[in-house]
């Protein structure tokens, strides 16, 4: 025999004391960890910051190349052979009827409509003829098509600063003042003809606006000498500040690659580190104050309950087996001395429960395995006897006699299996009995199958196990139109865990339901208005049977049919329980028990 390995055992007080120790080694730990974390988390806010201004510059650089890339497009169209936007230009430049011009341009903003989609509202396009001196507005502004006199003033100063008669896309936008507003522009020429787009600075710094960290943080738009164009803050869209604000502070940069500006952030990390330190005091005073608790409470503990306990727990072990007499304490603890007084009562109480609650196992599985039989056992026992009187009168004596044997047989297993278990032989065999009455009533209506290998032929199982199965595949069979096969076989199985029975039920009718198959697969009942209780109380037999060992599956063939699959640990049945029974086999052997 194995001898059990020796621990020591430790008293309460020392279990407390060695967990007080444990929560200091933590709290000490967790001091290391978050200055560390705290490190970490101030270095990772940085790099956030960096690839937030990376990935918004890069998608600033995009749009305004994708503008430029959509204006060079659209005025090189005007030397095409055939334009649509070139005709409604030439007629602009060259018409003198007012309704043609006016059409010419509501075409053209027609056209320019999908900008605002693809761009934003907030990128402006306007169209200028030079021979005529005609400025337009090609997308709406924030007073519809007009725009402010300073503004358009501003945009013609630009036109007049255009010297090449070449455009390039990659030719960075200008920079546009209007009054206290900054713009940034983007002109393309075609002999006399210019087409543009602008944005106001503000509106490149407003995505930025759920950004900012901290009070004193900031994201600025800065030209090619540092100075700042536009700034956002917590407090808003703020107007331009001194240059130098832009050097101080730590701050990270990022140039426009399509435009003259550079994006600078700052992020308030005092702010961040104050929240940071705020938390981590306001942890460490929780944790410290938790372990004042803890210690507290296990003094407390200990003088008025372990001592107590143990001192009870000291004089439980002097308890004989049928001892009940000695006072367990004696202390000013009320609730150990009604413990004292319970536990003798306890003690009676429990002997006296477990007899009883066993008998009453007993009585209450006997029933139920009473009941449960009952409802299987009397299915079609008078449609029989009204059978064979209808068989005598029509003088058909010779199925009259099969009716009458087979039936006797069949009633004679009934009576006889009412208690105990049977062999699978004669559960096969009762099974052809319950088939052989049907096709004496039915003729021709299906055809059946039986294979019991001799080596678990003696094997045992509860009765009615195949019977339930094999009658309803018998009774779907009564209700369709095409002879179907009833198949049931029984082999031996080796498991790791040692012998098995493969209880092997199918036919070739239409199968289970689908809402039946389903629930049976997921162990839910069946029984619906009366419907499917055979199946559902030889389900709870198995289960009461053979609990966790046994396996039962349905399914449906892909060819066709109702499978049902059962695996059981084989159990040699004993000759002596019911000579009868374990004499009755399947007659004719395999081959010749199909009738058809």
Known sequence: MKVPKYRKQKSMAQQMKAILIILMVVLAVYVGVSAMLLGRTRKQAIQEMDEMSKLYTDELDNRFLRISRSLFSNIMEKNQGYSVLGDYIETMEHSDDPIKINNAVSNLR??????AWEYGTEYHFFLYLKENDMFTMLTMTGVGYDIDKDLEDAVRNQLGLITDTSYSVKKKWNRMDSGEENYICKIAQNQDVYMGCYVNVKSILEPFTDTIVGDDGYVRLVDAKNRVVGQITSKGIEQELDSREANSGYSLSKNLNQAPFGIQMKISGDKILGVMMGSLGFLLVLAAALVLAGAAILLYLKKYLLEPVREFTDNLTKYDDD???????????MELEQI???FKRM???IRRLKITLYEQELEKQKIEMDYLKLQIRPHFYLNCLNFIYSMIDFKQY???????KTTSDYLQYVFRSTSGLVPVKAEAAHCEDYLKILLLRYPDSFEYYFEIDQEVENGEIFPFMLQVFVENAAKHALTLEEKILISVTAFPEDREDGKYINLYISDTGR???KHVLERLKQGEGISENGSHVGIENCLKRFRYYYGG???INFDNSPLQGAIVDIHIPFREHKKEHDPGL??????GGTDESVIG
């Open 110 to 115: 027609r056209i320019c409509l999908s900008y």
């Open 323 to 333: 001892d009940y007499t000695f006072h367990i304490t004696e202390n000013n603890l």
């Open 340 to 342: 004292d007084g319970k």
């Open 347 to 349: 003690i009676h109480q």
């Open 398 to 404: 010779g199925n009259a006699r099969k009716m009458t």
């Open 511 to 513: 199968g289970f339901p």
């Open 549 to 551: 060992q046994g396996e």
């Open 582 to 587: 374990a004499e009755k086999t399947v007659q």
